[in-house]
């Protein structure tokens, strides 16, 4: 809907002057526009920070192309557009209807009537898209414009050609998980027929007003999509065969376009000739169309005023709610370095919250430095664990949502992906990227296999081991360390589970040493565990509703294990294993250090320290990461601290830090310059002689990683990764 | 923004007065006229566009009679304008199906350079040419002066034309419902017709009396009626001076 114009936003763009703002998303801003001609349209512009990002470019270009393909009558006419210009745009119609969410929101879910002639016609339009090569690949009802003469698809934000090269990030990164076609959720190609069962998805909801899978965690709706069975049990009687066929998880048993559309009694109506279709509308979609077709024309709103930059942080009023939890640990075997993190849009200046605070002084918010422009950004979800990104060769690898991804390092495009689902089941040496093999498969035995970094297939088995099932899910491939490979696995014989070592080169069991079987159901055995130095060292997956975790420490050459112990955990347990030459640190009540030889106690930091409210959380000790005898976390909701890793004494904390609330379950991220944490405002710089915070960039980050070779900060949010310059 | 000339072969200088009499109406349900130009001899006026049709086309596009709650809320509406333009000392003097233009929000009463009331001087039923002859009292008709039952009467007439088709219809061609207040709006006498506050009363009872005219929240409408509003505000958005055009 329109609303005023930020002090920052253009006064025009292209021949278009600036009227007001209809919508902002993670690319880009739309506004309302006005040609010196007269003539009103809705201007979609791309983030100037994103600008330098060819792949967006190109996505903005094809976008532009999708538009002009579907045309008036089923999307939004296209009016003009410059991909070229320094600020991308593209100029089009401004479409007079709500969107379908907004539109059953207001008037209830859709008669029959209006979910077939609504169906038919959007049919109809992917018909014409699909004619020109294009598949949308977004359908959903945000997408989808409900006008008084028939239903108008936009956004093509992420629509491609048949057999362009994949563009958008791969697989699950991509599209709505509610509105997803199955082989989409499965990182596989999504053709027409995919638009066919993501229609049929709009369709249930526009009838009932839930997608055929439900809601939930994106996960979740994932898995759903992929292997459960839509519900149908609202849908109108008469359309549930035709839609159950759309929702065919096998793309070739669902109707083409041109059949779904005969099927719901499309007529064949030209756009001009649809008046009959607002007839089938309720009054309340229909005054949403109308108060649309009238506010465009009242006076546009005031642009508001810049706001009044704040001098200091200012005091925390109200606690905001913790960062999601996130419960399944994964291996970090390959990951680059410690610290996780990631971020999304914006950036605010320090304590910038948009409040009053008068006396600020203009000076000081000029010469404060500002976060970078990100390097690339793409559409890659960070799963619940093992969200690390690892390094093979000059390449990344991430785990995104349900697939494995190779990502170009300097682009952030995708260069291969990789069916692998669970998390714990892949890993790199820094060079090579290994997987198990899949545990659907027949093959009765485990097997250590290559993922080709061409196209993710896997390759034949670099080490079979018959000893162990390969068809249990939550066999863990740890990591691979000089060629030999190491696994937690349960025995083919029976539900003993142990730590193995498989030499890659010659494909053969080096030795096992037994280890506790999974402690909660639906997770690994193992949390997180690599080599370290001469030992194999394991956090073990705490029991459900334990506070406890196992730490264990194994002979690197013949697996005997060296110590046992338990350890305590507060808020989430350690995903990643945090150690150097002598100590694994962890951060929980207290931050500790274990020594690797013995798992004795090294040093203990922070019991009975003042760490100031910490917000009724157990937890005051964030996820450490540990760097040239440092180790860095932070501290409750105060910030920032180094502590001495051989003594465990503080070097230093961060000053002045106040109304944050610090993201304790991601730990930091440490370049040269800057420490990066995360906190309720984004993600923080904070400067390592300073010892303050210098900016924040706003994103919700659940990783952060940092690539010193390439000089990069890895940034994972829920639904997307950028890379920021490392300083 | 929308400009207006004197219709051709009319009295542009009649026409001219009247748009400024308009201009001086600032009530809530008239359709605002926000700027006046030009000479005696070729006036204009200019009023900011929104989408509205007028009442005939309104029943074209829907198809036929409107249905009678929304003829409640049309009548209700427009008795409202009239009710407090009356308290005012202002007549409208020229109701007619033409004249109400009907917004997303409700109607407004338009109709400037039709016939007006006093205090445009030499205004009489006489010179009163191209205004319906069916919104037209008859006391007025007969060349009597322009007054407040006037516009009763003439809303009668509006009523009358959005439930059945016409101005003058058979009584039993009138919905049930709103027979009886609408032959009473039509009544020869001008002592027999209600004060507008009375007609929005039978109309809408129980509506609260300030909340129609002039409402920035949309009405319900008939779908075609609703196609038939945003197609022209989509084609007046997308209309451009071709010559200016990129």
Redesign the interface.
Same mark, same amino acid.
């Given at each position: 809907m329109i609303s005023p114009l930020l002090h920052d936003d253009p006064h025009t763009v292209g021949?278009f002057r600036i009227l007001a703002r209809l919508g902002g998303g993670g690319m880009g801003t739309v506004y309302l526009a006005r040609?010196?001609?007269?003539?009103?349209?809705a201007v979609k512009t791309l983030h100037t920070r994103l600008v330098a990002d060819t792949t967006l470019r190109t996505r903005f270009r094809l976008e532009a192309d999708a538009a002009r393909v579907i045309g008036s009558g089923h999307g939004a006419?296209v009016v003009?557009a410059d991909p070229q210009a320094p600020t991308p745009w593209l100029a089009t119609?401004?479409v007079?209807?709500p969107p379908l969410d907004t539109a059953v929101e207001a008037g209830g879910p859709l008669p029959e009537p209006a979910v077939r002639a609504l169906g038919a016609l959007l049919a109809a339009g992917l018909e014409q898209l699909h004619r020109s090569e294009v598949v949308h690949r977004d359908l959903k009802p945000s997408n989808v414009l409900v006008?008084?003469?028939g239903p108008r698809i936009i956004d093509f934000g992420i629509a491609r050609a048949f057999g362009e090269e994949h563009l958008t990030s791969v697989g699950s990164a991509v599209g709505t998980p509610a509105f997803m076609s199955p082989e989409q959720a499965s990182g596989l190609e999504h053709a027409a027929a995919g638009d066919v069962f993501a229609l049929a998805g709009v369709l249930v909801f526009a009838a009932t007003g839930l997608g055929p899978f439900g809601g939930g965690a994106p996960t979740d709706l994932l898995y759903r999509v992929r292997f459960g069975e839509p519900d149908l049990g609202r849908v109108p009687e008469g359309l549930r065969p035709l839609l159950a066929r759309c929702l065919a998880k096998d793309p070739a048993h669902r109707p083409s376009t041109a059949d779904l559309y005969t099927a719901l009694g499309g007529t064949g109506d030209a756009p001009g000739d649809r008046?009959?279709?607002?007839?089938?509308?309720p009054?309340g979609v229909?005054?949403?169309?109308?108060?649309?077709?009238?506010e465009?024309?009242?006076?546009p709103p005031h642009r508001l005023p810049p706001p009044v930059p704040a001098e200091a942080p200012r005091p925390e009023v109200a606690p905001v709610p913790g960062v999601s939890r996130r419960r399944l640990l994964a291996v970090a075997g390959g990951a680059l370095l410690g610290g996780g993190l990631l971020g999304g849009g914006g950036w605010a200046l320090l304590g910038d919250s948009g409040g009053g605070g008068g006396g600020a002084k203009k000076k000081d918010a000029v010469d404060r430095p500002k976060p970078p422009a990100p390097l690339w950004s793409t559409g890659l979800w960070c799963p619940d664990s093992g969200g690390d990104v690892m390094s093979a060769g000059r390449n990344l690898v991430m785990r995104a949502g349900i697939v494995l991804c190779g990502i170009n390092a300097e682009s952030g495009k995708s260069t291969w992906q990789a069916n692998i689902e669970e998390t714990w089941r892949s890993t790199t040496d820094g060079t090579r990227v290994y997987a198990l093999r899949g545990h659907e498969e027949k093959a009765a035995s485990l097997a250590v296999c290559e993922v080709s970094q061409t196209n993710g297939y896997l390759g034949k088995p670099l080490a079979e081991l018959a000893a162990f099932d390969g068809k249990e899910q939550f066999n863990q491939l740890l990591c691979v360390v000089d060629g030999i490979a190491y696994l937690v696995a349960r025995s083919a014989s029976g539900k003993r589970w142990y730590l193995v070592a498989a030499d890659l080169d010659s494909g053969k069991e080096r030795w096992r040493s037994p280890v506790d079987e999974p402690q909660a159901a639906g997770a690994p055995p193992v949390l997180c565990g690599g080599v370290v130095g001469s030992r194999v060292v394991l956090c073990g997956s705490p029991a459900k509703d334990s506070h406890f975790f196992r730490l264990s420490a194994h002979d690197k050459g013949h697996g005997r294990q060296l110590w046992e112990m338990s350890e305590t955990f507060a808020g989430t347990p350690p995903t990643r294993l945090v150690a150097d030459d002598h100590n694994v640190y962890l951060g929980a009540e207290s931050l500790t250090a274990r020594r690797l030889s013995d798992g004795g106690l090294a040093w203990l930091f922070g019991n009975g320290r003042d760490v100031g409210d910490s917000a009724g959380e157990e937890r005051r000790y964030g996820a450490p990461v540990v760097q040239e005898g440092v180790v860095y976390c932070v501290e409750a909701d105060r910030g920032l601290i180094a502590v001495d890793a051989l003594s465990g004494t503080l070097n230093w904390q961060e000053k002045g830090l106040s109304g944050r609330k610090n993201q304790r379950e991601t730990a930091p991220a440490i370049g040269k310059r800057y420490a990066y944490c995360v906190d309720d405002k984004g993600l923080r710089a904070v400067d390592l002689h300073a010892r303050k915070a210098v900016w924040t960039y706003e994103t919700k980050p659940l990783v952060l990683t940092a690539d010193p070779k390439g000089g990069r900060l890895y940034v994972r949010q829920e639904k997307r990764t950028i890379a920021l310059p490392l300083a | 923004m929308l400009a207006c000339l004197p219709p051709l072969g009319g009295d542009p200088a009649r026409w001219g007065a009247e748009a400024q009499q308009a201009a001086r109406l600032t009530q809530p349900g008239f359709w605002p006229v926000a700027q006046l130009g030009g000479t005696s001899a070729f006036p204009w006026y200019a009023s900011?566009?929104?989408?509205a049709l007028p009442l005939p086309a309104v029943l074209a596009?829907h198809g036929g009679p409107l249905p009678e709650p929304l003829v409640r809320t049309l009548g209700g509406t427009l008795a409202e304008a009239l009710a407090s333009a009356h308290v005012l000392g202002v007549v409208h003097g020229g109701v007619c199906p033409a004249g109400v233009l009907l917004?997303?929000?409700g109607p407004l009463l338009g109709s400037f350079g039709a016939m007006r009331a006093n205090p445009v001087a030499g205004a009489s039923a006489a010179s009163a040419t191209g205004l319906e002859t069916g919104c037209l009292a008859p006391e007025i008709a007969a060349g009597g002066p322009v007054g407040r039952a006037g516009d009763v009467y003439a809303l009668g007439a509006v009523l009358a034309y959005a439930a059945t088709g016409h101005t003058v219809p058979e009584r039993q061609e009138i919905p049930a419902g709103l027979r009886d207040i609408i032959t009473v709006c039509r009544s020869r006498d001008p002592e027999g017709r209600p004060e507008p506050a009375r007609v929005l009363a039978e109309l809408l009872p129980g509506a609260a009396y300030g909340a129609l005219a002039g409402s920035t929240?949309? +009405?319900?409408?008939?779908? $075609?009626v +609703?196609?038939?509003?945003? $197609?022209?505000?989509?084609e007046v958005?997308?209309?451009?001076?071709?010559?200016?055009?990129?």
């Amino acid at each position: 809907m329109i609303s005023p114009l930020l002090h920052d936003d253009p006064h025009t763009v292209g021949p278009f002057r600036i009227l007001a703002r209809l919508g902002g998303g993670g690319m880009g801003t739309v506004y309302l526009a006005r040609s010196a001609g007269g003539r009103t349209v809705a201007v979609k512009t791309l983030h100037t920070r994103l600008v330098a990002d060819t792949t967006l470019r190109t996505r903005f270009r094809l976008e532009a192309d999708a538009a002009r393909v579907i045309g008036s009558g089923h999307g939004a006419a296209v009016v003009d557009a410059d991909p070229q210009a320094p600020t991308p745009w593209l100029a089009t119609e401004y479409v007079l209807g709500p969107p379908l969410d907004t539109a059953v929101e207001a008037g209830g879910p859709l008669p029959e009537p209006a979910v077939r002639a609504l169906g038919a016609l959007l049919a109809a339009g992917l018909e014409q898209l699909h004619r020109s090569e294009v598949v949308h690949r977004d359908l959903k009802p945000s997408n989808v414009l409900v006008t008084a003469q028939g239903p108008r698809i936009i956004d093509f934000g992420i629509a491609r050609a048949f057999g362009e090269e994949h563009l958008t990030s791969v697989g699950s990164a991509v599209g709505t998980p509610a509105f997803m076609s199955p082989e989409q959720a499965s990182g596989l190609e999504h053709a027409a027929a995919g638009d066919v069962f993501a229609l049929a998805g709009v369709l249930v909801f526009a009838a009932t007003g839930l997608g055929p899978f439900g809601g939930g965690a994106p996960t979740d709706l994932l898995y759903r999509v992929r292997f459960g069975e839509p519900d149908l049990g609202r849908v109108p009687e008469g359309l549930r065969p035709l839609l159950a066929r759309c929702l065919a998880k096998d793309p070739a048993h669902r109707p083409s376009t041109a059949d779904l559309y005969t099927a719901l009694g499309g007529t064949g109506d030209a756009p001009g000739d649809r008046r009959g279709f607002a007839d089938l509308l309720p009054d309340g979609v229909l005054r949403e169309i109308a108060r649309r077709s009238d506010e465009v024309w009242r006076e546009p709103p005031h642009r508001l005023p810049p706001p009044v930059p704040a001098e200091a942080p200012r005091p925390e009023v109200a606690p905001v709610p913790g960062v999601s939890r996130r419960r399944l640990l994964a291996v970090a075997g390959g990951a680059l370095l410690g610290g996780g993190l990631l971020g999304g849009g914006g950036w605010a200046l320090l304590g910038d919250s948009g409040g009053g605070g008068g006396g600020a002084k203009k000076k000081d918010a000029v010469d404060r430095p500002k976060p970078p422009a990100p390097l690339w950004s793409t559409g890659l979800w960070c799963p619940d664990s093992g969200g690390d990104v690892m390094s093979a060769g000059r390449n990344l690898v991430m785990r995104a949502g349900i697939v494995l991804c190779g990502i170009n390092a300097e682009s952030g495009k995708s260069t291969w992906q990789a069916n692998i689902e669970e998390t714990w089941r892949s890993t790199t040496d820094g060079t090579r990227v290994y997987a198990l093999r899949g545990h659907e498969e027949k093959a009765a035995s485990l097997a250590v296999c290559e993922v080709s970094q061409t196209n993710g297939y896997l390759g034949k088995p670099l080490a079979e081991l018959a000893a162990f099932d390969g068809k249990e899910q939550f066999n863990q491939l740890l990591c691979v360390v000089d060629g030999i490979a190491y696994l937690v696995a349960r025995s083919a014989s029976g539900k003993r589970w142990y730590l193995v070592a498989a030499d890659l080169d010659s494909g053969k069991e080096r030795w096992r040493s037994p280890v506790d079987e999974p402690q909660a159901a639906g997770a690994p055995p193992v949390l997180c565990g690599g080599v370290v130095g001469s030992r194999v060292v394991l956090c073990g997956s705490p029991a459900k509703d334990s506070h406890f975790f196992r730490l264990s420490a194994h002979d690197k050459g013949h697996g005997r294990q060296l110590w046992e112990m338990s350890e305590t955990f507060a808020g989430t347990p350690p995903t990643r294993l945090v150690a150097d030459d002598h100590n694994v640190y962890l951060g929980a009540e207290s931050l500790t250090a274990r020594r690797l030889s013995d798992g004795g106690l090294a040093w203990l930091f922070g019991n009975g320290r003042d760490v100031g409210d910490s917000a009724g959380e157990e937890r005051r000790y964030g996820a450490p990461v540990v760097q040239e005898g440092v180790v860095y976390c932070v501290e409750a909701d105060r910030g920032l601290i180094a502590v001495d890793a051989l003594s465990g004494t503080l070097n230093w904390q961060e000053k002045g830090l106040s109304g944050r609330k610090n993201q304790r379950e991601t730990a930091p991220a440490i370049g040269k310059r800057y420490a990066y944490c995360v906190d309720d405002k984004g993600l923080r710089a904070v400067d390592l002689h300073a010892r303050k915070a210098v900016w924040t960039y706003e994103t919700k980050p659940l990783v952060l990683t940092a690539d010193p070779k390439g000089g990069r900060l890895y940034v994972r949010q829920e639904k997307r990764t950028i890379a920021l310059p490392l300083a | 923004m929308l400009a207006c000339l004197p219709p051709l072969g009319g009295d542009p200088a009649r026409w001219g007065a009247e748009a400024q009499q308009a201009a001086r109406l600032t009530q809530p349900g008239f359709w605002p006229v926000a700027q006046l130009g030009g000479t005696s001899a070729f006036p204009w006026y200019a009023s900011p566009y929104r989408p509205a049709l007028p009442l005939p086309a309104v029943l074209a596009a829907h198809g036929g009679p409107l249905p009678e709650p929304l003829v409640r809320t049309l009548g209700g509406t427009l008795a409202e304008a009239l009710a407090s333009a009356h308290v005012l000392g202002v007549v409208h003097g020229g109701v007619c199906p033409a004249g109400v233009l009907l917004t997303a929000c409700g109607p407004l009463l338009g109709s400037f350079g039709a016939m007006r009331a006093n205090p445009v001087a030499g205004a009489s039923a006489a010179s009163a040419t191209g205004l319906e002859t069916g919104c037209l009292a008859p006391e007025i008709a007969a060349g009597g002066p322009v007054g407040r039952a006037g516009d009763v009467y003439a809303l009668g007439a509006v009523l009358a034309y959005a439930a059945t088709g016409h101005t003058v219809p058979e009584r039993q061609e009138i919905p049930a419902g709103l027979r009886d207040i609408i032959t009473v709006c039509r009544s020869r006498d001008p002592e027999g017709r209600p004060e507008p506050a009375r007609v929005l009363a039978e109309l809408l009872p129980g509506a609260a009396y300030g909340a129609l005219a002039g409402s920035t929240e949309p +009405v319900s409408l008939p779908g $075609r009626v +609703v196609e038939a509003l945003s $197609r022209q505000s989509a084609e007046v958005l997308a209309a451009a001076l071709p010559t200016q055009e990129r």
